[in-house]
């Protein structure tokens, strides 16, 4: 199956999509009858991995750093 430039431009733009979609899940905490939030545990963690992915371009240094990142928070209760 061969596609044209302009479907083969758009696909890779898919897995971005998806990726902020699933992170923008993780930070926006919504209850029934309540105010939207933001779930400042993960939002914490996110913006120095995110400075991570784009310094080193490496999804296995991201992956390590969040996971770090995620694991001192929850372990010392920070937020």
């Known amino acids: 199956m061969s596609f044209s430039p302009f479907w083969k431009k758009f696909l890779t733009?898919?897995?971005m999509c998806i990726l902020t979609a699933?992170?923008?899940q993780s930070l926006i905490v919504?209850?029934?009858?309540?105010l939207t939030q933001i779930n400042t545990e993960n939002?914490?963690?996110?913006?120095?991995?995110i400075i991570v992915a784009f310094l080193t371009k490496s999804l296995m240094w991201t992956v390590?750093?969040?996971m770090l990142g995620m694991?001192?928070?929850r372990y010392l209760g920070l937020f």
């Open 30 to 34: 919504v209850e029934k009858g309540a």
């Open 71 to 73: 694991t001192l928070v």
């Open 22 to 24: 699933l992170l923008t």
């Open 64 to 66: 390590v750093f969040g």
């Open 13 to 15: 733009y898919i897995p």
């Open 43 to 49: 939002l914490v963690v996110a913006i120095p991995t």
